[in-house]
């Protein structure tokens, strides 16, 4: 994976879904090759296997389940999204919370099967937890500004710089996003100028009139200001 990242998480919105996940898929691929920047795409389950096939960017799942194959009925497993074309997965999205315990075990078995581990966490604290499981990747996420349209980056840049800064003395290997509220290219190169690798997003992204537009003014943002920080 090359920095910095982008990493949009299509969430189940019908502006998400089939052929839909496809075609935002899809823009996310030229964008990526038009700035030559990472970008990662997470569509619904149920259309994972058809943006994999569709698409060379990155894909990940939205979810994975702390089992390994056998009696879980309605599970997801690490084996099943790496066959459908996954090469990595979120883990503990706030929609989707784990048990500490649960997260560790989903980022063991993710390693398992060489798949890339996107871990989000919603405070400092709880990133300095998560660093120490050795995620690849860990997105400082706080719940309450998800979807709103407030960029954690300026509504709360100490839980950013200092998500960082306990990355740096836990686990430096680990690389660190944020995201929440997300939705303009200068939320993008504030978060990057705070230290991260990079932004996780969702609906300013999914839901926007112009995807195309808005992606390649974040993946410009972002290529700039990675830049000026060398």
Known sequence: MKYPVIALNFKVYLESIGENAIKLARIAEEVSREYDISIIVAPPLPDLRAVAEHVSIPVFAQHVDPYRPGSHTG?????????????????????????LADIGAVLERLREVGLISLLCTDTVETTRAGAALGPDMLAIEPP????????????????????????????????????????????????????????????????????????????????RSWERRG
């Open 144 to 223: 309450e500004l998800i979807g709103t349209g407030i960029p954690v980056s300026k509504a709360k840049p100490e839980a950013v710089t200092g998500a960082v800064e306990a990355i740096k003395r836990v686990n430096p290997s680990v690389h660190i996003l944020c995201g929440a509220g997300i939705s303009t290219g200068d939320d993008v190169a504030k978060a990057i100028e705070l230290g991260t690798e990079g932004v996780l997003l969702a609906s300013a992204y999914v839901k926007a009139k112009d995807p195309r537009k808005l992606l390649a003014e974040m993946a410009e943002a972002a290529l």
């Open 75 to 99: 599970s997801i497993i690490a084996e099943d999204v790496k066959a459908a074309g996954a090469v990595g997965s979120i883990v503990n999205h706030s929609e989707k919370r784990l048990l």
